[in-house]
């Protein structure tokens, strides 16, 4: 059982990593589930999972990779109960991927509702590595460590996803 020292610096660290992910985290459920309440029931589950792991003596190396993968946890859980995945509302709420590397014309160009049709068409982990990369902007390395893969196998299937949707978009003519 942690000693009260410890105690507080938990609640620190705690209180930090909330302050600094809560709203991203809440985004990214959003975008997963499209539905604000049970976007918040994530985040607080998510939190709740951080509390317990961090005052069971966890270690977490990467904050934002941890809570990421616990977040992603979350949703999966909610979608083996639903089945049903929905991005439509993501319009609605300001979604706008920014091309960081200046190749993939399909993230530039599109308007949003067209993107997110495309994007709703990928399989699942597709969709879910470029929301993480051009919505919550996490670098490959983070998602790498949500995945649990090495960084090559994400870049890969980012690559490839990223490609499947300009041919989404280059046939949707």
Do not use: C
């Not at 792991?53 to 859980?77: H, P």
């Not at 991005?87 to 067209?114: N, V």
């Not at 051009?134 to 949500?146: N, S």
């Amino acid at each position: 059982m942690p000693n009260h020292k410890n105690r507080e610096h938990l609640k620190k660290d705690f209180d930090q990593a909330y302050e600094t992910h809560s709203d991203a985290l809440f985004r990214y459920a959003f975008y997963k589930v499209s539905d604000k309440e049970k976007a918040l029931d994530i985040v607080q589950d998510t939190f709740v999972r951080f509390w317990e792991y961090l005052a069971a003596d966890g270690e977490v190396l990467n904050t934002k990779s941890f809570l990421y993968r616990i977040a992603t946890n979350a949703i999966i859980d909610y979608y083996r109960k639903k089945k049903e995945v929905s991005l439509d509302d993501m319009a609605d709420i300001g979604f706008d991927p920014i091309d960081h590397d200046g190749h993939h014309r399909i993230l530039r160009s599109a308007d949003s509702k067209l993107a997110l049709e495309l994007v709703h068409k990928l399989d699942e982990e597709a969709r879910a590595i470029i929301l993480m990369k051009y919505v919550d902007d996490l670098t490959v390395k983070e998602i790498a460590e949500i995945f649990e893969q090495r960084e090559n196998t994400i870049s890969v299937r980012l690559h490839r996803a990223l490609k499947d949707l300009q041919d989404l978009f280059e046939n949707n003519d």
